[in-house]
């Protein structure tokens, strides 16, 4: 039985996560400072990739334990951003605005890491394959870009945030979780389950469906 270990392959997940193009924009001419937002549509995976076939047959404890940090992060990375798209609209201050949007800028860049770690170890596995596909169809660069553009814009593009919690609250998060959910099941009994917090925006869109 083949027993997988995260430690010495970690350094090159995260450098082919970013080799993705998430961050920063690829786009030469993309510049924060000038751009009107990033938007779609983006349209979600419906299919696993043709080697995603199934995820590992047996993890090592220290993997467990870096897989189960990896959610909890992760989890904590959306609760900034969520957090920020509550009150958002509501902050006048420009600097109060522009530091917020950048704490939450950088908490959606680093969820990079956690992607990182979860795909080294799951990423066969067909679930986690369409989670995958998904964020990286161009939604999740554009959550990032927004942001970024908030960061340095400041209260005059607080209309993006309508735009991110479109796209957050129907593709990003459903994917995050799926990395959540799959993640737990392989880490066994003793997992911590988390979920992907969302902003209430997320609940008011399903109140209106």
């Avoid at 996560?17 to 924009?25: F, L």
């Avoid at 956690?114 to 394959?129: C, E, F, K, T, Y």
């Amino acid at each position: 039985m083949k027993t997988v270990s995260l430690g010495a392959a970690l350094l090159p997940a995260l450098a082919a996560a970013a080799s993705k193009g998430i961050n920063p924009n690829p786009d030469p001419n993309f510049d924060p400072a000038t751009s009107q937002g990033t938007f779609g549509p983006f349209t979600p995976a419906t299919n696993a990739v043709a080697g995603a076939t199934g995820g590992p047959v047996n993890l090592d404890v220290r993997s467990k334990q870096a897989m189960q940090l990896a959610i909890s992060n992760w989890q904590t990375d959306t609760g900034i951003v969520s957090g920020f798209l509550n009150v958002g609209k509501s902050i006048n201050n420009e600097d109060q605005f522009k530091g917020i949007a950048d704490g939450a800028f950088k908490a959606e860049v680093n969820e990079l890491v956690q992607m990182g770690v979860l795909n080294q170890a799951i990423g066969n596995d067909p679930r986690v394959s369409i989670a995958n596909q998904t964020l990286l169809n161009g939604v999740f660069q554009s959550v990032v870009d927004n942001l970024q553009i908030m960061s340095v814009q400041g209260t005059q593009r607080a209309d993006l945030i309508d735009e991110i919690n479109n796209q957050r609250c129907t593709q990003i998060l459903p994917s995050i979780d799926a990395y959540l959910v799959v993640a737990a099941e392989y880490i066994g009994d003793n997992a911590q389950q988390r979920r992907a917090v969302r902003p209430t925006a997320c609940a008011l869109a399903r109140t209106l469906a």
